[in-house]
């Protein structure tokens, strides 16, 4: 029997009708073991899907194997060659380098996809030549596709064409030394030059807490001020995570890192023993204040959101659309002709997010979905039509519950992915939030003006998290001290934060004489008199950053112009951009040694911090700070499993750490495997 011969078999089942099952990712190929070794090695080739739960060695036996029977090929088909050559060829003598040349064992990669040399007559030109080589530079290193698209890249590509044929690229010793000293040596002075503004904006540390797929407590630090922010370095706290004294040291050491005179606030999640630690915090450091992070409680309120039992069915008659979509590639051709090319979902930083983004987008593409499955296109196609799953999904797009569902979770959810949109965009959005959130609610009052029962069962989602999580002291002084919000006559919330205002005054000011003339100043401010009520100042409340306009017209209270602009150049949340988590738990392993711990180090703050100064640099008012570009093919609005992997999404929210909610696994956690080095190393 060919199951006794071959030794994939050992990595598949054996199912009826020439099928197998994949014993990693589960899934089932038409075709038998020879698609299922095409599918184990993770190479781009006879249109099977690569596996996502390989492991490394079996995909690099799988490929010696695939190569190997190239050779055999090759070598049958040379030999035929080789004697109808000899009749007509006299001997050839062979230097000795070429006979050197001949015996070299080329790569699995090389024997699949062998290297196009101008030796070899091509029909590629020299564009196209170009093309194949990067892709299989892409392919060979399996780097995420993504990467395609950033700045860097096609800088590199223009950097190499200029110094024309016969350039030689720095080899990995000098790029390990060389260039990455070189290159943290700009970054850092780079950080340097961000720190004088600190005397004036101040500044506030992030700490950025995770749980990696193997429960350990890490810590990113960074710290954030109007230019940009910048990633400082990353802790495994795992031994101490519960340990509030070994946890108030660490961050006293961070403190004592940015000087205790430069920090505002320290943002950290939930995650934390936070009450134990903020207390130590407040009680040593009388001007820094622990504020929540804003992006968590939103994803929190959200996540609420959706556990409504109405809310949740309308998801799952949603994915039920997706997933039949998505599943059956010639009815994703028909969906993307009817919807011009628009895909129906969207992966956002959270799940929650995801979820009621991608029904958005269905919403919108109602009339199209219901004019395609009515289409003759659709209807005559005997691969889908009168399927059980098609049947189902004809069901719910004609139904008007499901709809008039549709629209109520986008009207419920809007107003609060706004909000998380303002805040996540990594500018100084303190002075915002306390209004962004009051709009937020009334939103949902105007909504369910007429139904009471509805109205309420939000609003307390949104009112326990507020209460419980969001609020804090430095969001309501920083909203009495925005211009936009102060001389705003709609705004009915002033006389409620004033008391907040006044005890973040206190503890900024700690000394009667810092205090002195602050009631005066506090007076000319809030009745718009002096440079406050000068007619640049009036037409620049709404247009402005209120950082940016206290440091401008604010010199009529230069005390409070001071306070003002260090409470409203601080950011509110957290997470920025996606990250890639392999890197961070590559640092903390235990198997490194000291010289390979430091190197990765380097290389992840210079990682991290090109992604972060790209990300300012490249700001785009098109672009949408809580969605990716990629979609997660592994998500629950795809994927067909009964038992999603718990690895699916990375907990970065949950008040303890058990790993469910933070969406990381696009494209490179099908390419990198869990015992992948970084850089190399």
Known sequence: MVR???????????LDGNKVKC???QRVLNGGISRLKHHLSRLPSKGVNPCSKVRDDVTDKVRTIIASKEDVKETSSS?????FVEVKSPPVSVSPVKALMSVETPSPIQKVFPTVTPMAPSSLNNQENAERSIALFFFENKIDFSIARTSSYQLMIDAIAKCGPGFTGPSAETLKTTWLERVKSEMSLQSKDIEKEWTTTGCTIIADTWTDNKSRALINFLVSSPSRTFFHKSVDASAYFKNTKCLAELFDSVIQDFGAENVVQIIMDSSFNYTGVANHILQNYTTIFVSPCASQCLNLILEEFSKVDWVNRCFLQAQTISKFIYNNASMLDLMKRFTGGQDLIRTGITKSVSSFLSLQTILKQRSRLKHMFNSPEFCT????ANKTHSISCISIIEDNDFWRA???CVAISEPFLKVLREVSGGKPAVGSIYELMTRAKESIRTYYIMDENKCKVFLDIVD????????????????????????NPEIKFLTSIKEDFFKVLEKLLPSPEMRRDITNQIFTFTKATGMFGCSLAMEARDVVSPGLWWEQYGDSAPVLQRVAIRILSQVCSTFTFEKHWSAFQ???SEKRNKIDRETLNDLVYINYNLKLSRQTRNKSLDADPIQFDDIDMTSEWVEESDSPSPTQW??????????NDLNTRQFNAAMFGSNDHIFGL
């Open 4 to 14: 006794e011969k071959d030794i994939c078999w050992e990595y598949a089942e054996k």
């Open 23 to 25: 014993k990693f990712c």
């Open 79 to 83: 030999s035929k060659k080789q004697k």
């Open 381 to 384: 196609n005997s691969s889908y």
């Open 406 to 408: 549709a629209e109520e």
């Open 464 to 487: 326990r998290k507020w209460r419980d999580q969001l609020h804090s002291p430095l969001h309501a002084a920083a909203a009495f001290l925005n211009p936009s919000i102060q001389y």
């Open 586 to 588: 590559q640092i903390h």
């Open 650 to 659: 990375l907990d970065r929210f949950g008040s303890a750490l058990d790993g």
